[in-house]
């Protein structure tokens, strides 16, 4: 494998955040879909995620991308019981608006809306910022979040009291503090390996 | 070392006591729980630790932890150091190197347009010329690459990565970065009026996982 960075033109490069869909190019060569093997494949969990470049990238450390994508499939998607799924994925958007992230903040976004159907909300925590007044109980996930995202971590007990008082139980707590720091990882991953288009496909 | 086959990492950093409601809290997400704990074992306990030596995991473990302002957890890696030969003069750079390297983030620019009102400027972190020795060119690089995660993401360009591959690290298979414990924190019993566990692990998020050439040859 070329052991080497990819150099991209950055023409389309997004320079604001959005709840457009975009692309994302690596700067280091993802694995062919043809040189996958079982272990690559078992690694993937979902067989879909083999047309992503970002995720034929992380899949050359399969051990870690197994459990890495279970835990975020458990995360965001188990939703038997906790924290909405909206506000798991407002969790993870103002995190990523907080850290920079535009590519994993217009994914989130966009879910967030779809499952909200806030589309103005969502679009102002983009355009305004973490500080965006979106109601009491959103307040207090996006807070909750930037704190989670501030390092040193800022959260504490005021942010408890406040998701308290906003109608979140403790397992409802621990779902925004797994969705804020799921993300704290993402966000890293997403910046440091490579950088959004707005081409979308690419 | 403890044994982290039998004991779960994140309840072990966080101080989240077996049989707590918060423990059955955590439950709840069982998956995400399993899986947090594979993560640290294929990252510090895999089958074959291939050239990205124990050391230099534990290293760059403990370097962010420390730089999160999290010591007990950095001392926790660390103590996976101190044995080896060289391990205490190591463990005296990685601490020196804590402490100058320690600041407050997110911090970085934007691209260039609207959002640059937004730009924050920061500490650009270097290891310390006098230190380079101990540590070595490979380890140094690592944290440099480290801090800039951890801090200024947004600031990471391709050229941060060609920094890494000149440093000696390969990016054919180990180009991620990783969580060492994700986050923790919880809320308290019964009562559930006060923080339990406020000992967010989220701190020992993200560390350089890439791994040092030896067989450069193979992969050109």
Known sequence: MDDSIVIQTSENQPVAFTQDELGWLPWLHPLPEAELTERHWAGLVDRSRSKSAYFRLLVRDPEVLEARTKTDKDIFYNTANGLPRAERELAAAATSRTNGCIYCASVHSRFATVHSRRSEDVQRLLDEGVGADLGARWNAVVRASVALTATPIAFGQQNIEELRRAGLDDAEIVDVIDSAAFFNWANRLMLSLGEPTTKVGA | MMSAETRDIIGLLAGIAPGSSLEAIRERRSQARENAQKSYLALFEPTDFETFGATERHAAAAFVAGVHGEPEVANFYLAGLAKSVDGPALVEALKAEIERGKTSGPYGAFPPGPLSVEDKIGLIYRVAEARKATLGAR???????????????????????????????????????????????????????RLACARCLACARQIPRLRPAKERTDHG
């Open chain 2, 139 to 193: 380890l140094a690089a690592a944290l440099e690459h480290a801090h800039l995660l951890v801090f200024r993401p947004r600031d990471a360009t391709a050229a941060d990565l060609q920094v890494l591959l000149d440093a000696g690290w390969l990016a054919d298979h180990r180009h991620r970065h990783l969580v060492a414990a994700r986050c923790v924190s919880g809320v308290s019993g019964p009562r559930g009026r």
